[in-house]
């Protein structure tokens, strides 16, 4: 039976860590393991993002959708993870009146538009994170998998532990976190699976 596991990482186009998710999305592809990684990328690019009036709320209540969905959730860290903040501009987060602005996701040029919400909690599933909030996008992820109790799996875009990297809201995590890439016999430097394969039950 397949596994979905979720994957958590930086995708700016210049200094992101979009390596590791390629990685593990090859080797999810393989004939070998039965995994089908749905990272955020292929969220936010998907059919809720396409509606032209996507809000950050709306993003995250997909994510929270496609993590609860999930067995797992891989969190790749990155050195400029801690510093993102994407996804944290809500004002209606901090302020309960009913004519708070934002701006649609992707949508900068169009400028602000009211809130489509009129409550600071109108998504009422305890179990869940409420997606009105000024946490980022990746760190809203984390805390969703936190209070799902989802397996969580935390690897460094480095051939090192570099757990200065961690973000504040990871912090209780450093010793789950490891170095994703390794140095192979021929001096290459390639995905490192075992710990990951253990974890999810493949060894």
């Known amino acids: ?7 958590s990482a930086d995708y700016s186009e210049d200094d992101g860590d979009r390596s590791v998710v390629d990685t593990l999305n090859i080797w999810g592809n393989d004939n070998l393991h039965k995994v089908d990684f749905i990272d955020m990328s292929k969220v936010a690019s998907g059919s809720v993002s396409k509606n032209p009036d996507c809000r950050p709320c709306d993003l995250k209540k997909e994510f929270n959708s496609q993590i ?26 901090n302020n309960s009146q009913i004519f708070n602005t934002c701006t649609p996701y992707k949508q900068n040029t169009n400028g602000y538009k009211y809130c489509k919400n009129f409550s600071n909690s109108y998504y009422v599933d305890d179990s869940d994170i409420n997606e009105i909030n000024s946490y980022s996008y990746l760190r809203h992820e984390f ?3 936190k209070k799902r109790n989802k397996e969580i799996i935390i690897v460094y875009n480095s051939t090192r532990n570099e757990s200065n990297w961690l973000p504040s809201y990871m912090k209780g995590y450093e010793s789950y976190a490891m ?25």
């Open 1 to 7: 039976m397949s596994k979905q596991v979720y994957i």
């Open 68 to 93: 609860n969905a999930s067995s797992a959730v891989i969190f790749v860290v990155g050195d400029k993870t801690a510093s993102r903040t994407a996804g944290s501009s809500c004002s209606k987060a």
């Open 143 to 145: 805390e969703q998998a």
């Open 179 to 203: 170095p994703f890439w390794k140095i192979d016999s021929y001096g290459r430097k390639v995905g490192n699976y075992n710990k990951i394969k253990e974890v999810l039950g493949y060894e």
